[in-house]
């Protein structure tokens, strides 16, 4: 077991190519016991940006609190709290705040293949 | 890729033996696509519970709203809003809210093994 607020976790600066604004928490991860994904809390800043990107893993994600906008394979969608957002492995996407709060949501993945 | 907000998903009443007051969403599935894990959104209304029970499968839980207590084997620990709880497979658990509002959380589990 793991219990524990995220208000208590570490906030890291994601440092991708790309990145602009972001912060990671890692908040169950594999170190945790965590068998199959690991549950991450991103805080996007106003102006700011996840990379655009793709890569094999999925994406699942929830959003906690602020707009933006969802890019996916060069359209785009507009996201709020209550959001959420399934990308497959392989698709361009990234988030991008584009409101005057922070965009905050969780991102969960598969923990890495071995 | 799939987007929505839960806000458009059906509340399914919990019929699980041993569930007080307790609605689930299903946002992102293997129907969906997903091909390693699930995002379910609960809503336990105050004095309701999801069952107290285990199973093989571990549970990532991060709360969004409301306030009350994750038993683990036997003891309790307070939730609230922002707290994540990750229960790993066979450990008895639930989730009760003994507070005055709704207590709304995520909860990732991984597909079903065939």
């Known amino acids: 077991m793991k219990i524990g607020n995220e208000a208590s976790v570490p906030r890291r600066e ?3 190519e790309g990145a602009v604004g972001a912060t990671i928490q890692w908040l169950i991860a594999e170190p945790d ?3 199959n994904f690991a549950m ?13 990107h793709s890569h094999d893993d999925e994406h699942e994600v929830f959003v906690l609190s602020g ?18 957002v399934f ?8 988030f991008v705040n584009d409101g005057s709060e922070d965009l905050v949501f969780l991102c969960i993945i598969p923990n890495t293949k071995k």
Do not use: L, Q, W
């Not at 996007?44 to 940006?49: F, S, T």
């Not at 507009?78 to 959420?84: D, K, L, N, Q």
């Open 40 to 52: 991450r809390r991103f805080v996007i800043a106003p102006d700011g940006h996840t990379p655009y």
């Open 67 to 84: 707009k933006g906008k969802a890019f996916y394979e060069g359209s785009s969608t507009e996201i709020s709290t209550g959001s959420f």
């Open 33 to 35: 016991g965590a068998p």
């Open 87 to 94: 990308i497959e492995g392989g698709a361009m996407h990234n």
């Open 14 to 16: 994601v440092k991708v």
